[in-house]
């Protein structure tokens, strides 16, 4: 396994990789890497000849109150973790080597951005597809691996991929989850016990979602209600809960063909997303 | 020649062609062609073993008052051009095919688009950032060939170019010029022979710049106050005369290091661009 740092080397060095016609699998990473992304590996190892993974903590999708700098970056352990999974390539690059000083080009996905997790987190998203656009262009992957538990990146991402013609097949894996129900996720580490026993109410409360609409529910808001009544037991500040079209991501009234509900909540300091799709 | 106006069709045929290694230079134009862009596909033949041109009159370049509709379509008489020059692939999409009404997804490049025509043309560049984009990833080029006369535009794809990490050189090809020294434009034929003979005013106003420069003249305002007043002889609208930083386009009160000459100016209905640049 080799761990590159700079752009142009990791680009030199697929290029030999894609002359000989090797098929390239693509997780792209912030690291602290937990099970969900060990399945995204697990993923793109089995459907492909060399697998790159890339880990950087991307500090254009921080906001100025975020936590950018405390964010965990166990390097060493990452990368222990992706030599025995088999990856190939990992790109750990400085912030530096991929936003230089005269860097000034963004790319936005409009409207989508603005939606759920976009109304809370300005400029996320066009930080998540200026850097995807990038790693894109420098790994030039055939195939991208996603998480659904961040069900509007993972929706953003196809919509770029789509609108700039990249020749990438996007797959998006399954959310994994703890034993208790909670999503995994870097961030489970910053809450202490009691917070951590809360937390499993996003979980429930989408199940909540899940048994109403299975019981004949359509109404969108009676359902977002009985959530807000669950979460409302827990210590934990709602940032927004949806039921939304799961490609253009408006706010559906009733529950019709493919939704997505999805919910943010804050426990303590932590900002916890979940989200689960109802097929029609 | 392969006529082609599929995205995906081209990409497949690209695909065939990158597979045996071929080097490919890529013109992008909005047909209509001229001298100006046949040097350009003439250096690509030179420097590439495959060579795309692209025609496609860009709809998200053009703002709502603008000449999107009557802009010149002379496709038959454009792909002759390129047969005569040794063009393999001629890329003709429809709007439909590269904005489909899903499209949401754009490409700015900030700060740069805003100065000199992007003053005056809202969402100009960002039309052009975002087609570009779109058609490196189509045709994947190891050569983008511009020309000169569009200063600003090959600066901002330059921009673009290096901050998305696209892996293809942009060569900017010198201004072809009429006998008299108007830049040639797929515009010019918009003009009666009246305002065409006024139209060398753009070029020669340059000129004037570039002569008082060379005898010494350090002060931008004034070289471009004596610019106004050769072009107020004419029947001419000033947009602007800018002496500006050749990378970052900011204005430079004293000639310094390398500048970009350039202005726009309306003559009759059409708007003329011109520039030179001033090496230090």
């Given at each position: 396994?080799?761990v590159?740092?700079?752009?142009?080397?990791?680009?030199r060095?697929?290029?030999?990789?894609?002359?000989?016609?090797?098929?390239?699998g693509?997780?792209?990473?912030?690291?602290?890497?937990?099970?969900?992304?060990?399945?995204?590996?697990?993923?793109a190892?089995?459907?492909?000849?060399?697998?790159v993974?890339?880990?950087?903590?991307?500090?254009?999708?921080?906001?100025?109150?975020?936590?950018?700098?405390?964010?965990?970056?166990?390097l060493?352990?990452?990368?222990?973790?992706?030599?025995?999974?088999?990856?190939?390539?990992v790109?750990?690059?400085?912030?530096?080597?991929?936003?230089?000083?005269?860097f000034?080009?963004?790319v936005?996905?409009?409207?989508?951005?603005?939606?759920?997790?976009?109304?809370?987190?300005?400029g996320?998203?066009?930080?998540?597809?200026?850097?995807?656009a990038?790693?894109?262009?420098?790994?030039?992957?055939?195939?991208?691996?996603?998480?659904?538990?961040?069900?509007?990146?993972?929706?953003?991402?196809?919509?770029?991929v789509?609108?700039?013609?990249?020749s990438?097949?996007?797959?998006?894996?399954?959310?994994?989850?703890q034993?208790?129900?909670?999503?995994?996720?870097?961030?489970?580490?910053?809450?202490n016990?009691?917070?951590?026993?809360?937390?499993?109410?996003?979980?429930?409360?989408?199940?909540?979602a899940?048994?109403?609409?299975?019981?004949?529910?359509?109404?969108?808001?009676?359902?977002?209600?009985?959530?807000?009544?669950?979460?409302?037991?827990?210590?934990?500040?709602?940032?927004?809960?949806?039921?939304?079209?799961?490609e253009?991501?408006?706010?559906l009234?009733?529950?019709?063909?493919?939704?997505?509900?999805?919910?943010?909540v804050?426990?303590?300091k932590?900002?916890?997303?979940?989200n689960?799709?109802?097929?029609?």
């Amino acid at each position: 396994m080799k761990v590159i740092k700079s752009p142009k080397s990791i680009k030199r060095e697929i290029g030999k990789q894609k002359r000989k016609a090797k098929t390239i699998g693509f997780v792209p990473t912030m690291g602290a890497l937990h099970e969900g992304h060990l399945s995204l590996i697990r993923q793109a190892v089995k459907e492909n000849e060399l697998v790159v993974v890339s880990i950087f903590v991307n500090p254009l999708q921080f906001g100025p109150r975020e936590d950018f700098k405390k964010y965990p970056r166990p390097l060493s352990r990452d990368l222990k973790l992706c030599r025995k999974e088999g990856v190939d390539f990992v790109f750990t690059p400085d912030p530096e080597s991929l936003y230089p000083k005269k860097f000034s080009t963004f790319v936005e996905v409009a409207g989508l951005a603005d939606q759920l997790c976009g109304k809370f987190r300005p400029g996320h998203f066009r930080g998540v597809a200026t850097v995807v656009a990038k790693l894109l262009n420098i790994v030039q992957p055939d195939r991208i691996y996603l998480g659904q538990k961040d069900a509007q990146q993972a929706i953003i991402i196809k919509r770029m991929v789509d609108d700039l013609d990249f020749s990438v097949k996007v797959r998006v894996m399954p959310t994994l989850r703890q034993k208790d129900g909670l999503a995994m996720s870097s961030r489970n580490i910053y809450m202490n016990m009691r917070e951590r026993k809360s937390a499993t109410v996003l979980f429930r409360a989408l199940n909540l979602a899940k048994l109403l609409i299975s019981n004949g529910a359509k109404d969108s808001l009676r359902i977002i209600s009985r959530m807000r009544q669950m979460i409302a037991r827990e210590p934990a500040k709602i940032d927004y809960i949806a039921i939304v079209d799961l490609e253009s991501l408006s706010p559906l009234r009733k529950i019709s063909g493919n939704c997505l509900i999805a919910l943010a909540v804050r426990i303590g300091k932590v900002r916890l997303i979940d989200n689960t799709i109802i097929r029609a």
